[in-house]
Each structure stands twice: as structure tokens, then as C-alpha cells.
T-cell receptor
Framework: EPEVTQTPSHQVTQMGQEVILRCVPI?????FYWYRQILGQKVEFLVS????????KSEIFDDQFSVERPDGSNFTLKIRSTKLEDSAMYFC???????????????FGPGTRLTVL | QKEVEQNSGPLSVPEGAIASLNCTYS??????FFWYRQYSGKSPELIMS????GDKEDGRFTAQLNKASQYVSLLIRDSQPSDSATYLC????????????FGAGTQVVVTP
């Protein structure tokens, strides 16, 4: 069964440092997403990405965040200058398409736990 | 603000019984609806997707969608201790490039 993978599983960083979270989506999927979940809270949408550009982003996804697909397999989330409130679990997800039907189902990776000290 | 509402629980269910979870939403034009299961510290795992009004069954799980009343529910039959988890309701609207909006989840505890 194909699956989304993420690295690292846990990242600890100092406030103000840059972090890059990495994801390998399912190989035939075309739509990629980042979500985050602060401990004890809802899963929140950050950004969706298609055809090498951002297709939608939330208010959380400010200028400190960026996404990139540097090659044919990886999808990355960069946080330029981390804040304490960025501490959360970050999930990558992918789907074949975005329209209704089986193909818009999003499959989640195992997550990266980001701790900002 | 488009909302997805779920009872937080915990919903305590005896082993072998039926667990009934509900989710209401405010965005009338939502198109795709999903139930995910999330174990503590883990990622959401898809259980069911549903797109049309009515029932959809998959093994011990049945999803029910009523767009007129703006609710979607999940039934878990023959509940097992391994079903103890938080169940997340999620939906995608027609104006969305795939963005899922999640509820806060209902914690289910299956007691032996």
C-alpha cells in the first residue's frame, strides 16, 4: 500500500531558527497539502499545492512559511524564523485530485513533531 | 466562519456495542465528507468518505450523510478495544482547492 512519508519524525529547534520539514507524497498523486495540529487542538489546514504552485493557503500560512517541490518526489515546508507558537505536529497529505469522488481523498503522512524552544 | 462541530466526548462504549458519532457543519455547499481515526500522537487515518445523501457501509463502519440537515454521522458496529481513538469529521467545500476543514474530534473509549 503506497503511503506518504515524512522526515524527520521529531525536530527540536531554537526560536528564530529556520526549519525544513520534508514529505514524500504518494507517487501518482498530484495535490499536496500541509496541515498542523497544536497539542489538544483541531487539525488545521495550512496550504495546498498543485502544478508547482500554491493553490490555496490559510491565514496561518504567512510570510514565514514557504513550500517547495524541489524534485519529482519531495515536498517541503520551510519555516524561516520559528516562534514558540509554531510548536505543533505537522502533517503532509496528498491526493490524486481535488474533485469529488475517491480521487479527492487525502492520505496523511505520520507527521513531524516540531518543538520550538 | 465555516464550522464543523462534533461532541468532544469521551464516548464510552461497551465492547461489542454500537458507537454512534455525529458531526454537523455550517457550509451548505460542502461536497465531500470524510471520517478519519486518530490514535493519540498519530496521524489521521481515513475510515470512510461519503459524497451523496444516504448510507455507505464498509465493514463495521457505516457513514450517513444528510445534506439538507447538514449532518454526517458514523456508526461503528461490534466495537472493539482497538476502536478506542479520536474520530475526526472533515469536509471539503466546493470553493476549495482540496482544503479539508476538520472538527475537533470525538474521543471514543471502548471498554472490555
Amino acid at each position: 500500500e503506497p503511503e506518504v512519508t515524512q522526515t524527520p519524525s521529531h525536530q527540536v529547534t531554537q526560536m528564530g531558527q529556520e526549519v525544513i520539514l520534508r514529505c514524500v507524497p504518494i507517487s501518482n498523486h498530484l495535490y499536496f497539502y500541509w496541515y498542523r495540529q497544536i497539542l489538544g487542538q483541531k487539525v488545521e489546514f495550512l496550504v495546498s499545492f498543485y502544478n508547482n504552485e500554491i493553490s490555496e493557503k490559510s491565514e496561518i500560512f504567512d510570510d514565514q512559511f514557504s513550500v517547495e517541490r524541489p524534485d519529482g518526489s519531495n515536498f517541503t515546508l520551510k519555516i524561516r524564523s520559528t516562534k514558540l507558537e509554531d510548536s505543533a505536529m505537522y502533517f503532509c497529505a496528498s491526493s490524486e485530485a481535488r474533485s469529488s469522488g475517491r480521487t479527492d481523498t487525502q492520505y496523511f503522512g505520520p507527521g513531524t513533531r516540531l518543538t520550538v524552544l | 466562519q465555516k464550522e464543523v462541530e462534533q461532541n468532544s466526548g469521551p464516548l464510552s462504549v461497551p465492547e461489542g456495542a454500537i458507537a454512534s458519532l455525529n458531526c454537523t457543519y455550517s457550509d451548505r455547499v460542502s461536497q465531500s465528507f470524510f471520517w478519519y481515526r486518530q490514535y493519540s500522537g498519530k496521524s489521521p487515518e481515513l475510515i470512510m468518505s461519503i459524497y451523496s445523501n444516504g448510507d455507505k457501509e464498509d465493514g463495521r463502519f457505516t457513514a450517513q450523510l444528510n445534506k439538507a440537515s447538514q449532518y454526517v454521522s458514523l456508526l461503528i458496529r461490534d466495537s472493539q478495544p482497538s476502536d478506542s481513538a479520536t474520530y475526526l469529521c472533515a469536509l471539503r467545500g466546493t470553493d476549495s482547492w482540496g482544503k479539508l476543514q476538520f472538527g475537533a474530534g470525538t474521543q471514543v473509549v471502548v471498554t472490555p
